[in-house]
């Protein structure tokens, strides 16, 4: 059985980059891998109250300015927000620029859509695959500033490992 250290402000995003390698190893499918990086994440980074996904979906309005929102996928944590449109919070302004947003005071994002009240920072991670966006990765905290740049470094280098072993074919990308 795969045991996850414990939980830190500091974590050794090599050794969690491996990590992810070694979990999804021989496995594709996205829901699967989805649920495994989440507990990943969110038992190994401390001061956390939210990890998950959202992926790219229809827009439920036609004709808006996107063609896609971003749906809720796997996650740990409290219940979340089901749908989000694009250019909408820290997720859809992500999912929109597909660039990573670090966010240390959620409460001075213009547009936050505050799903937990208790969160206090944010960093939202696109997901990119062949030029394709298929979503975000969402992390919460109820600290304030809780993420750094070496974070941000460490965590897309986890995506990055996720985004390798996954098929996305089952969704259509933006």
């Not at 050794?12 to 992810?20: C, E, I, N």
């Not at 994002?109 to 696109?126: K, L, M, T």
Request: hydrophobic share 40%; aromatic share 10%.
């Amino acid at each position: 059985m795969f045991e996850t250290a414990a939980a830190t402000d500091r974590p050794d995003y090599s050794l969690l980059t491996q990590q992810v390698s070694s979990i999804l190893t021989g496995e594709t499918a996205l829901m699967t891998n989805a649920a495994q990086f989440s507990a990943l994440v969110y038992h190994s980074l401390s001061d956390l109250n939210w990890a998950g996904f959202y992926l790219c979906t229809p827009a439920a309005k036609a004709g808006g300015e996107f063609s896609h929102d971003l749906l809720l996928g796997p996650f740990q944590g409290k219940v979340a927000c089901v749908r989000i449109p694009f250019g909408r919070g820290v997720c859809g302004t992500t999912a929109s620029q597909r660039s990573t947003i670090l966010v240390p005071d959620v409460h001075a994002f213009p547009g936050h859509i505050a799903c937990d009240s208790a969160s206090n920072s944010e960093i939202v991670i696109p997901l990119i695959k062949d030029g394709k966006l298929y979503g975000v990765f969402d992390i919460d905290s109820p600290k304030l500033n809780r993420f750094t740049a070496e974070d941000q470094q460490g965590l897309e280098a986890m995506v990055a490992a996720f985004m390798q072993a996954t098929n996305f074919s089952q969704i259509s990308g933006a």
